[in-house]
């Protein structure tokens, strides 16, 4: 009996690997190994083209081998074995120069190892027999297509050539993205740090680079003067309001530009695209992932000729009333219609407004920012008197951007009222290439402490059955047609109602907070990624069903809530040191511990499982014991739906 193809990824890193450099890929780059077995006669060689592909417990169970814990122990055998070879070939590789390898790109991404199982010492040991890759990735091929009958399916623990593809089409994606020049509008607050550590990764931007400012040479050509000729591979460039921003100092390019006045979007877009030239930017693409220059990028990228979203689009979308309106309008073809997902609404900005729009809209109702983000004053209103109330304090206390940063003030303060519909709510991350669904992934959000409607928890993936769940996502994908978004990274919040789905917001980038991480961490698939791709006129290369490695399960942390406990038993090191551990993820989206009349969420903690129920379990126990769960802030009930 042999184990035929013990398919492994390589765990070199895909980016400018050279002689001496580090070639252990990240993480969720390196999946386990694939075994496939095949079982022949025994007085004649098994080869892969004269034995059928089947998993491990069925060929084991054949030879008279079914107990559990013997077959795990040959499967770990194996597995180390094939470990062991991989990491023969990685020490060889590290040694070679570019021309031995045949270029400076050119390294080994697959490996296939062949072994015999043969008895020795009354175990079953694997002895190595050859290395190659296409044969035992073609055995992994063949078992997974034995599913392929109708209404038969692997099990993400079963899948065999998927991983190792995903993982191919994953750095195949980063191959294309080297060299692209892309530009940046807004850099954003803490909670986007992590685009800055990508750009480091993907080779977009070198840690510590000296940055082209207010008409300076550029890294690349300093670099060269001193001999580090590493600087030449920036490509990253951004547009920022704030000249003391921490990004500035990451970038090739920074250009310092005031764009806080959205009024003023059309002029700003033809004034930034003539520094643009003036710098002499060759540039790739261009994107943002900040609420208030989605509008003024999808404009910088007419004027330069990059591919985008059309204006109108992103307008349509960034005004959430007007989205709204929109889609109730929007009867088809196709069908089902986008209308049918749409709430009614009315905006507002006069007292005259609210008069008309509580005879208009059924009450209760939600009451919102046009232009808001983090859901910072939203708020749950039963009557007339509560609607004026809530529009006269929003109106007095949020006039500016001063007022509340980062919340989209920018735009102004007007305000909408919209139905409230009783439901489950939920976040759907797509992503879109030329009106095509490349991808999607859905997350499950707990209740919110009404009449506030700051998210509380979290769970990925859902846990809604599978027909809700494609509904879900052909909701959002229909909502955002519907509006003209057809090429990028878009987070659409709905709601499941028992009518089906209905529209909450269309945020035109990618999902916030802690959806990107997540997403990474339990399909491998970066939004971000996907994102610079989009923005490059690339088709992001993506599985078509992602596998969900797992679950996780994740409790927001408020200052007002939890000034206490985040000063001491949840402290932000005592946090980061339990990341660091492997105890809980860690998401930081403030910086300070700053109480305020309308707040925003300080972190995101996170617990994984192979099961939600696991995962929600190890969730609770970690916030009584951090001082998180209490009396006014319920972890067990903002976690019960996630069962």
Not at 31 to 39: L, N
Not at 624 to 632: A, E, H, R
Request: charged share 20%; aromatic share 6%.
């Amino acid at each position: 009996m042999s184990s035929e193809g013990s398919g492994l990824n390589l765990s070199t890193s895909g980016w400018g690997c050279v002689s001496g450099a580090g070639v252990c890929g990240p993480p969720h780059e390196q999946p386990p190994a694939q075994v496939v077995c095949g079982v022949g006669r025994g007085d004649r060689p098994v080869r892969h083209h004269n034995s059928l592909p089947r998993t491990l417990e069925v060929a084991l169970a054949q030879c008279g081998l079914g107990d559990a814990a013997q077959v795990e122990a040959v499967r770990q055998r194996v597995k180390a074995a094939a470990e062991a070879a991989l990491g023969a070939v990685l020490a060889l590789e590290a040694g070679l120069s570019a021309e031995q390898r045949g270029g400076r790109r050119a390294h080994t991404d697959f490996l296939g190892v062949d072994f015999a199982l043969t008895a020795a010492g009354g175990a079953l040991t694997p002895v190595a027999l050859e290395l190659n890759s296409g044969l035992c990735l073609e055995a992994c091929g063949a078992l997974e297509g034995l599913w392929a009958a109708p209404r038969l399916g692997p099990a993400a623990d079963d899948a065999a050539a998927a991983p190792l593809v995903e993982t191919m089409l994953r750095r195949s994606a980063r191959c294309l993205m080297e060299g692209k020049h892309l530009l940046v509008v807004g850099a954003g607050g803490v909670s986007k740090k992590f685009v800055w550590e990508a750009a480091r990764d993907y080779g977009l931007q070198c840690e510590g680079t000296p940055p082209q400012c207010e008409g300076t040479e550029s890294s690349a050509e300093r670099g060269k003067e001193n001999g580090q000729m590493g600087w030449a591979r920036d490509r990253l460039h951004l547009v920022e309001s704030d000249p003391n921003h921490f990004a500035s100092q990451l970038v090739q390019t920074f250009i310092h530009f005031d764009m806080t006045e959205h009024q003023r979007d059309e002029e700003n877009a033809r004034l930034l695209a003539e520094l643009v030239r003036a710098r002499g930017l060759k540039l790739d693409g261009c994107f943002s992932y900040w609420d208030d220059c989605l509008v003024l990028t999808a404009l910088l990228c007419q004027e330069l000729g990059l591919p985008c979203c059309p204006p109108a689009a992103m307008r349509l979308a960034k005004h959430k009333s007007r989205t709204q309106l929109h889609l109730l309008c929007h009867h088809g073809p196709p069908w089902p219609a986008p209308s049918l997902h749409a709430v009614p609404c009315c905006p507002l900005e006069s007292e005259a407004d609210v008069e008309r729009a509580v005879h208009q809209v059924p009450l209760p109702g939600v009451m919102k920012l046009e232009f808001g983000a983090g859901a910072v004053g939203t708020r749950l209103v039963k009557d007339a008197p509560q609607c004026h109330e809530h529009f006269s304090r929003i109106t007095r206390d949020l006039q500016g951007e001063a007022d509340h940063p980062g919340i989209g003030l920018g735009w102004g303060n007007a305000m909408l009222l919209m139905e409230f519909v009783e439901g489950t709510e939920h976040d759907v991350d797509l992503v879109l290439f030329g009106g095509r669904l490349l991808a999607a992934f859905v997350s499950d959000n707990g209740p919110t402490r009404l009449p506030g409607f700051t998210e509380t928890a979290a769970c990925m993936p859902t846990g809604l059955a599978p027909e809700q769940e494609v509904q879900m996502v052909q909701a959002a994908f229909r909502c955002c047609l519907g509006c003209g978004l057809l090429d990028g990274v878009f987070n659409v919040e709905l709601k499941l109602t028992g009518a089906g789905p209905r529209l909450i917001e269309i945020n035109p980038r990618m999902g916030g907070f802690y959806l990107r991480d997540w997403i990474l961490e339990l399909y491998g698939v970066d939004l971000l990624l996907a994102a610079a791709m989009v923005a490059c006129g690339l088709r992001p290369a993506l599985p078509t069903h992602p596998r969900a490695r797992g679950h996780l399960v994740g409790v927001m942390c408020l200052v007002s809530q939890h000034l206490q406990a985040l000063s001491s038993t949840a402290s932000r090191e005592t946090l980061q040191a339990l990341h660091d551990r492997g105890v809980l993820r860690l998401n930081l989206l403030e910086e300070a511990l700053v109480p305020g009349k309308y707040e925003e969420p300080y972190c995101s903690v996170a617990c994984a499982g192979p099961s939600p129920t696991e995962a929600r379990l190890r969730l609770l126990g970690l916030c009584q014991g951090l001082g998180i769960d209490g009396p006014n802030y319920p972890v067990a009930h903002f976690l019960s739906h996630f069962k």
